[in-house]
C-alpha cells in the first residue's frame, strides 16, 4: 500500500549549509549562541564563492527532493560572494526539479556597504523575475536604517521579509525594533524567546532541531496565534523529521496533545509555497495522516511529480545524476574547509 500527498515544504533552509559537515572544529569551543555563530557560522559565511554556493543548493536540493519536501524556502548569506548568488541557488534548485523561495539576508557585520549590497542582490533578482522574499539576517546584526529598508524595499516589490527573530537571547529586542514594520506575509524565523503577546505579524518558521542542538532553548510556537510552519535551518530537507521532533517536543512540555497540531504547522508551508499543493508525492507507507507519521520512522517517497513532470522515481532523481552531485559537493567542501 502507498499514499500520496502534495509536495512539502522546508519553511527555513540555509542551503549553503549543506557543505558544514565534517568542517574543521572551530578555534575555541563555543559556550554560548552568539559564540556558535562567530566561530562557525560566521567564518562559514565569509568563506563562500559562488561554486561552492552552486554545489551545496544542488545536494540540498537533492536530498530536499529524496525525503518528499518539493518547496524550499532558504535564506542565504555569503558576503564574499553576494552579486548573483541567489540565481546560483535558484538555477541549481530547478535543475534538481525542486521549486525555490529565496532570500539574501542582509546584515551590517560587514558594514553599511555590505548591507546595501545585500539589499540590491534581493531587489535584483526578485525584479528580474526570481520567486523571493526581502531577507534579514536579524535585528540583533541590523542598523535600523537597514530593518526600515528592508521592510520598504520588501513593500515596493509586494513581497514579504525573511528574518531571525529571538533565536537567541542576544536578538531580545527584536519585537521593539521591528514593531510597526513586519505584515502578514513576512516570515519569523526561530522565534524562541519572542513573548506570547508580541506583536507582530507573519508566518512564524519553527526549526526544532536547530533550536535543539544550538541549545537556544524551546520555542513552544503553540502558544503563538501567528501561523507557523516547520524548518529545518539548514539540518538537510526532510519536513516528516521536523514534524516528528516538532510533536514531540510539544508533548514534552504539553502531556495531553497529539500531533495534530504539529501536522497543521507542516500544512502551513502550503500557504508559503501554494504551487507544492499540486505536487505529488507517492509514499513508502499509508496512511499519511499525523497519528501514524509522527510512530513511523523510515518512510520514504516512491515517486514525485512537480508541474506534471516525475522528477523522482524508484529512489533516484530523473533529472540528475545524485552520484555526481555528491563527489562535487565533496569536493567543493574540500575546498571550503581548506579555507577554514
Do not use: K
Request: hydrophobic fraction near 45%.
Amino acid at each position: 500500500m502507498a499514499a500520496v500527498t502534495p509536495g512539502l515544504v522546508c519553511a527555513h533552509h540555509h542551503l549553503y549549509s549543506a557543505l558544514a559537515r565534517g568542517m574543521p572544529a572551530p578555534p575555541r569551543a563555543p559556550t554560548s549562541f552568539q559564540e556558535i555563530l562567530e566561530q562557525v557560522w560566521w567564518r562559514l559565511d565569509t568563506a563562500l564563492d559562488l561554486e561552492m554556493i552552486r554545489w551545496s543548493a544542488m545536494l540540498g536540493a537533492l536530498e530536499a527532493l529524496e525525503s518528499g519536501t518539493t518547496a524550499i524556502v532558504d535564506h542565504h548569506e555569503s558576503p564574499n560572494a553576494i552579486e548573483g548568488s541567489l540565481d546560483v541557488i535558484a538555477e541549481a534548485c530547478a535543475e534538481v526539479g525542486v521549486r525555490s523561495l529565496l532570500a539574501y539576508g542582509i546584515t551590517d557585520r560587514h558594514g553599511p556597504d555590505g548591507a546595501r549590497r545585500g539589499l540590491a542582490e534581493n531587489e535584483r533578482f526578485i525584479r528580474a523575475g526570481g520567486r523571493g522574499l526581502v531577507g534579514v539576517h536579524a535585528a540583533f546584526t541590523c542598523s535600523d536604517g537597514s530593518l526600515h529598508a528592508a521592510a520598504a524595499l520588501a513593500e515596493d516589490l509586494g513581497v514579504g521579509v525573511h528574518v531571525h527573530v529571538c533565536e537567541g537571547i542576544e536578538d531580545i529586542d527584536a519585537p521593539r525594533r521591528l514593531a510597526g514594520l513586519t505584515r502578514d506575509d513576512w516570515l519569523l524565523a526561530h522565534c524562541v524567546h519572542l513573548p506570547t503577546d508580541h506583536a507582530l505579524q507573519g508566518t512564524i518558521a519553527h526549526n526544532p532541531m536547530s533550536n535543539l542542538n544550538n541549545a537556544v532553548g524551546y520555542a513552544d510556537p503553540a502558544r503563538f496565534s501567528n501561523p507557523v510552519a516547520l524548518g529545518t535551518d539548514g539540518i538537510g530537507g526532510n519536513v516528516l523529521e521536523s514534524f516528528r521532533l516538532a510533536y514531540v517536543m510539544e508533548r514534552s512540555a504539553d502531556v495531553t496533545c497529539g500531533p495534530d497540531t504539529a501536522w497543521t504547522w507542516l500544512e502551513t508551508g502550503w500557504g508559503l509555497v501554494p504551487e507544492a499543493r499540486a505536487d505529488e508525492v507517492t509514499w513508502s507507507y499509508d496512511p499519511m495522516d499525523p497519528w501514524h507519521v509522527a510512530f513511523t520512522p523510515g518512510i520514504i517517497p516512491r515517486r514525485i511529480t512537480i508541474d506534471g513532470e516525475v522528477v523522482f522515481a524508484d529512489g533516484r532523481p530523473t533529472r540528475v545524476d545524485a552520484d555526481e552531485i555528491r563527489a562535487r559537493a565533496r569536493e567543493q567542501a574540500v575546498r571550503l574547509h581548506a579555507r577554514l
